[in-house]
């Protein structure tokens, strides 16, 4: 896999217009990320048109429902033949593997993957306002092995968690990672970040870049900068 292949930019816009205007000025990305906010402007016509353009797609709709109704939302996605689809993990074992085994039965190549915890929820977050008696590396890991318990493909994580699930997890475990910010870009609302590099080099699989890419003036050139600092630790 190339460099360039393990970085996925999500089409955060509010219209399927706006997201082949983006589209068009990164014609080298090969893999975008479809989150709610486009999902539900455009429905599965965005689907269709990044797969017409041979173009790898992460659906990030982050199930959370009793086990029946992802279950069926499974069904209902695998039409479109997504490569990865998202479920929260605190939907549980059951609803994991319900979700799991009717997402196989009508698209087996599309791999779910379970979110263990936002990369917007801080350690405070999550022990004063969410009441987890659990650390928060503590807490993602023991999220990581419900979902690989369950036969999901992976997890999303942020970056500082890695090292931790890639150890414990094996290396079968898919990891993907939001909240990624170079240095020289700003970290957001993003509270568990680290580098690129420091993210591939920790055991990371794909990278979600988002603003460092899209927000700044010119994304091709942004997009760009990040293959070369990832291609320099390969070398």
Same mark, same amino acid.
């Not at 896999?1 to 399927?16: E, F, H, N």
């Not at 791999?111 to 936002?118: D, E, F, H, P």
């Not at 350690?123 to 928060?136: C, D, S, W």
């Not at 890639?166 to 939001?178: A, M, S």
């Given at each position: ?23 068009? =000025? ?8 479809? /989150?709610?906010?486009?999902? !539900?402007?455009? &429905? ?9 353009? =041979? ?28 490569? *990865? *689809? ?12 319900? %979700?799991?085994?009717?997402?196989? %039965? ?5 791999? $779910?993957?379970? !979110? ?6 801080? %350690? ?9 008696? *659990?650390?928060?590396?503590? @807490?993602?890991?023991?999220?990581? $092995? *419900?979902?690989?318990?369950? /036969? ?10 890695? %090292? ?15 909240? !990624? ?12 970040? $680290? ?10 699989? @794909?990278?979600?870049? /988002? ?8 994304? &091709? ?8 600092? $990832?291609?320099?630790? =390969?070398?």
């Amino acid at each position: 896999m190339s460099v360039a292949d393990r970085i996925i930019v999500p089409l955060d816009v509010p219209s399927t217009a706006q997201a082949i205007a983006l589209m068009e =000025q990164l014609p080298q990305v090969s893999f975008w990320k479809v /989150g709610l906010e486009l999902f !539900v402007h455009s &429905g599965g016509e965005i689907l269709t048109l990044l797969k017409s353009r =041979q173009k790898r797609v992460f659906l990030d709709l982050k199930f959370h429902d009793i086990p029946n109704t992802v279950a069926a939302a499974c069904r209902s996605v695998a039409g479109w033949e997504v490569d *990865l *689809l998202t479920i929260h993990a605190t939907v549980g074992k059951t609803g994991l593997k319900a %979700a799991h085994t009717a997402l196989q %039965a009508q698209s087996p190549k599309t791999q $779910l993957i379970a !979110v263990t915890l936002l990369t917007s929820i801080s %350690a405070r977050q999550l022990a004063l306002e969410l009441k987890v008696p *659990l650390e928060l590396p503590e @807490y993602t890991l023991q999220m990581a $092995l *419900l979902a690989q318990e369950s /036969g999901l493909s992976g997890v999303v994580c942020s970056p500082q968690e890695v %090292a931790t699930l890639r150890r414990v997890c094996g290396e079968d475990l898919l990891l993907v990672c939001p909240g !990624v910010r170079p240095t020289w870009a700003d970290a957001g609302d993003q509270k568990r970040t $680290l580098t690129p590099v420091e993210a591939v080099t920790a055991g990371a699989d @794909y990278l979600v870049m /988002g603003r460092p890419i899209t927000a700044t003036s010119d994304p &091709g050139t942004a997009f760009e900068r990040i293959c070369e600092e $990832l291609t320099a630790i =390969q070398s």
